[in-house]
């Protein structure tokens, strides 16, 4: 990560909030996107949107079959792009081959990362929301079920959105960046799985000031910036989405899993934590320089089994 993108990441962070009014309830039954009878429906590959005076750009990737399909936000990290999340994450590919709508968004031009929640900046969540609006028109997608998911800063941007989509999300998946964003006050009940290594560097388990690496004025900058456990992360989560029945488990030597029991509305909450991992995202991809990386499980199968299961609104 580049010393800019990491002093814009502790400057937002310092702002960081999650919050907003509760959603209205959604509909008994889903009605059919626009989409479902556009005559020239969006084709898979680069596409630009205009939103709040700025051209924005995101990768698609479109299933076989005609629809309705679930819809996935791929978000990538600071100081990367989304060509790059497509095949560090590789959702774009196993999402399509599962019936998903596959939308992967880059930050605004000239800027390391997303803006989160009220934070000022270029609307990101305008952005994002426009962006669903889009796919709603130009394909034939299932409005009820509308998930995210991202890598470290976009982790957190997805986390971020469970509250400012106003509910719009049925679930979010979260790795390496589950703290980055604070559980917002009465969630609509959403599924969130996070995945998070015990020696991240970047985003550390046990929390405490980001950046662990860091020197000189990035290291003054860091200890500016206090980020909560990865874990009483989850319980915040937990309280406000209603989950009971904590449980733990071991997966392996190396992973366990924390769970809850039960949650309104449907929805799943779970947390994957990989001893000795790094801020990285496990499975078959490996980023030395960002720690180790697990392959005692797959993140992208998990997260579309997850989302798979998860109920329509």
């Not at 400057?11 to 309830?25: E, I, K, M, N």
């Not at 992360?233 to 392996?252: E, I, N, V």
């Not at 078959?284 to 992208?300: F, H, K, N, Y």
């Amino acid at each position: 990560m580049a010393k800019g993108a990491m002093i814009v990441m502790l400057a937002v962070l310092l702002a960081t909030r999650c919050g907003g009014p509760p959603a209205p309830s959604p509909p008994a039954e889903a009605t059919p996107t626009s989409g479902c009878s556009a005559a020239h429906p969006m084709e898979p590959g680069r596409h630009t949107l205009t939103h709040g005076g700025l051209e924005r750009r995101f990768l698609l990737s479109v299933p076989d079959g005609d629809g309705p399909h679930p819809v996935l936000l791929d978000l990538h990290g600071l100081g990367s792009t989304a060509t790059q999340q497509t095949a560090y994450s590789r959702l774009a590919e196993e999402g399509s081959l599962r019936g998903y709508v596959v939308a992967t968004p880059q930050a605004a031009e000239g800027r390391m990362g997303w803006t989160l929640p009220h934070t000022g900046g270029p609307d990101d969540t305008g952005f994002l929301a426009a962006l669903l609006d889009r796919l709603e028109q130009g394909l034939c997608v299932d409005p009820r079920r509308v998930f995210a998911a991202g890598m470290s800063y976009g982790g957190g941007m997805a986390a971020g959105l469970v509250c400012a989509l106003e509910g719009r999300l049925t679930g979010v998946a979260a790795v390496a960046g589950i703290t980055i964003v604070r559980p917002c006050p009465d969630p609509r009940p959403t599924t969130i799985v996070a995945f998070h290594g015990t020696d991240d560097r970047v985003v550390p388990y046990r929390g405490g000031h980001p950046l662990r690496n860091a020197t000189g004025d990035l290291r003054k900058l860091a200890d500016l910036v206090v980020l909560p456990p990865v874990e009483q992360t989850m319980d915040g989560w937990a309280r406000a989405l209603g989950c009971a029945g904590r449980t733990t488990s071991g997966l392996s030597e190396q992973v366990r899993l924390i769970g809850w029991k039960s949650c309104p509305g449907g929805a799943t909450l779970r947390l994957y934590t990989i001893d000795g991992g790094g801020h990285t995202w496990p499975g078959p991809i490996e980023v030395s320089w960002l720690g180790a990386t697990t392959r005692d499980l797959d993140a992208t199968a998990l997260i579309l089994d997850m989302f798979d299961r998860t109920p329509s609104r």
